[in-house]
């Protein structure tokens, strides 16, 4: 780029007149080119104060009518053009979004949910109906097709036969009954492997078409991993019912607590991770995210609403333990002592509390530990305690609640919990006042994690997500 500087008129005029025409080019050049040199630097000065009106100097040539107008080409820097200001631009600056999983990822989380809070169900009526130990082996592959003639169905009822359940519960079952207690065991194994099926294959697709984020893929692999272990506890359940110290038994009650727990245990965490992904993923997805994190956020700044929200982690956590303690009690058939409520004999607490640690009443006391998780009235204290703490903390948590401003979705989850906390409540009750019929105990279980279920949920809605 070059920059033409028109020589001004009335210069010219002037050097015109110094110099005679008689004078040769050569002899006037230099002074006329001094002169030009304080023409472009008077120019300049004046036209500083503004650089429109340079411009418009610099682009438009006079014409002399009495000397030719020379023209000076002068080289003119290019502007560097200066990075905009964050400050001052009228652009907005671009967001950085961060990145979410498809949708459908957490409408496939809440199937496989919905399926293992299925199988939790299925498991609940197999323990009751005394159908755990039917299957006496564990094969992933083979264990599949069931008996088809009678010859199968008779070694399989034979193998039954040399197990402790047989001899000590079952020694007058007949061979129809026993079919109708391996379907439910089979059906037990077989939706276990339908879950296993139903998480992995479609995880393998999500991950591999790019679905899922790094943590959810990740989440997702620890989940596969659980449920894999999963079965290898509900083997090792059946295992410890199936150990042949068991026929010095007076009393037999079926597979160890401790493995029941672990397994009982390990599927509500299974089911509580799913619940929470697919809420999550669900959430963050969806067009009305934004607006329910800034309604959270907004509910954070009442005072007392963050311990307020603390309060629906320790109750989820209570449930949790609510639950965990009841598989002491199913282990134990302990429901089927102190069939009355609330009192246990002739006091709130039961005479033989601490039976198996009391040297005074033991042959072999046992730690005191020990005792509440094995003596059969401690267990049931234990349960009735834990369910009547969980009762009143979500009372007064809904109490509380009633003096905040929540969200829609959280104060729908808040009342559905205090409804769900007493049906919950009523269907215990009821089942240890009727001797643990197998219909009111199912869905007692079932209703466990069914409150599992709403205090995820109203803990859910109270969390404020990463934009």
């Given amino acids: 780029m070059s920059l033409r500087l028109p020589i001004q008129a009335g210069s010219l005029l002037r050097m015109r007149a110094a110099f005679p025409a008689s004078r040769s080019i050569q002899q006037w050049m230099p002074l006329r080119t001094q002169s030009l040199s304080a023409v472009l630097s008077c120019s300049t000065s004046r036209n500083l104060t503004s650089g429109a009106n340079v411009r418009r100097s610099l682009q438009a040539p006079i014409a002399s009518?009495?000397?030719?107008?020379?023209?000076?080409?002068?080289?003119?820097?290019?502007?560097?053009?200066?990075?905009?200001?964050?400050?001052?631009?009228?652009?907005?600056?671009?967001?950085?979004?961060?990145?979410?999983?498809?949708?459908?990822?957490?409408?496939?989380?809440?199937?496989?949910?919905?399926?293992?809070f299925a199988i939790v169900a299925v498991g609940g009526v197999t323990r009751l109906t005394e159908s755990g130990l039917s299957i006496t082996e564990?094969?992933?592959?083979?264990?599949?097709?069931?008996?088809?003639?009678?010859?199968?169905?008779?070694?399989?009822?034979?193998k039954y036969k040399k197990f402790p359940e047989y001899t000590l519960l079952n020694h007058n079952i007949t061979l129809s009954e026993f079919k109708f207690i391996f379907y439910m065991e089979w059906g037990h194994r077989m939706l276990g492997r339908f879950i296993g099926l139903s998480f992995i294959l479609p995880g393998l697709y999500f991950a591999a078409r790019g679905y899922m984020t790094p943590a959810i893929?990740?989440?997702?692999?620890?989940?596969?991993?659980?449920?894999?272990?999963?079965?290898?506890?509900?083997?090792?359940?059946?295992?410890?019912?199936?150990?042949?110290?068991?026929?010095?038994?007076?009393?037999?009650?079926?597979?160890?607590?401790?493995?029941l727990a672990a397994h009982l245990g390990?599927?509500?965490?299974?089911?509580?991770?799913?619940?929470?992904?697919?809420?999550?993923?669900?959430?963050?997805?969806?067009?009305?995210?934004?607006?329910?994190?800034?309604?959270?956020?907004?509910?954070?700044?009442?005072?007392?609403?963050?311990?307020?929200?603390?309060?629906?982690?320790?109750?989820?956590?209570?449930?949790?333990?609510?639950?965990?303690?009841?598989?002491?009690?199913?282990?134990?058939?302990?429901?089927?002592?102190?069939?009355?409520?609330?009192?246990?004999?002739?006091?709130?607490?039961?005479?033989?509390?601490?039976a198996l640690s009391d040297p005074a009443k033991a042959e072999k006391p046992i730690p005191w530990w020990r005792n509440l998780l094995e003596n059969h009235a401690a267990v049931q204290f234990n349960h009735r305690v834990l369910a009547m703490t969980t009762a009143t903390a979500v009372t007064a948590l809904w109490v509380v609640s009633r003096k905040f401003t929540l969200p829609r979705s959280s104060r729908m989850a808040m009342n559905a919990l205090l409804g769900v906390t007493a049906l919950q409540v009523s269907l215990g009750i009821s089942t240890l006042l009727y001797l643990v019929p197998v219909p009111l105990a199912a869905a007692h279980q079932s209703g466990s994690l069914l409150l599992l279920s709403t205090s995820l949920w109203l803990l859910h809605t109270l969390r404020v997500l990463p934009k």
């Avoid at 564990?138 to 399989?156: F, Q, R, S």
């Avoid at 997805?285 to 959270?296: C, D, N, T």
């Fill in 217 to 259: 893929a990740k989440r997702s692999f620890v989940v596969a991993c659980l449920i894999g272990c999963q079965g290898v506890l509900g083997w090792y359940m059946v295992k410890s019912g199936l150990r042949e110290e068991l026929f010095e038994s007076k009393q037999f009650h079926g597979v160890s607590q401790y493995w």
């Fill in 65 to 116: 009518p009495i000397w030719p107008q020379p023209v000076v080409r002068m080289p003119v820097p290019k502007p560097v053009a200066a990075a905009p200001s964050a400050a001052f631009s009228s652009a907005p600056a671009a967001e950085e979004v961060a990145p979410t999983s498809k949708a459908i990822v957490g409408w496939w989380y809440l199937y496989c949910a919905a399926l293992v």
């Fill in 266 to 354: 390990s599927a509500f965490i299974i089911y509580s991770t799913m619940l929470l992904t697919g809420f999550e993923i669900l959430r963050t997805s969806s067009k009305g995210a934004r607006l329910l994190s800034e309604q959270v956020v907004a509910a954070f700044r009442q005072p007392g609403f963050r311990v307020f929200a603390m309060s629906t982690h320790n109750i989820a956590a209570l449930v949790l333990l609510t639950a965990f303690s009841g598989a002491f009690v199913a282990g134990l058939d302990a429901g089927l002592i102190y069939n009355e409520f609330p009192y246990m004999g002739d006091g709130l607490v039961p005479s033989d509390m601490w």
């Fill in 138 to 158: 564990w094969n992933l592959i083979k264990g599949m097709k069931p008996p088809t003639t009678d010859e199968e169905w008779m070694v399989e009822f034979d």
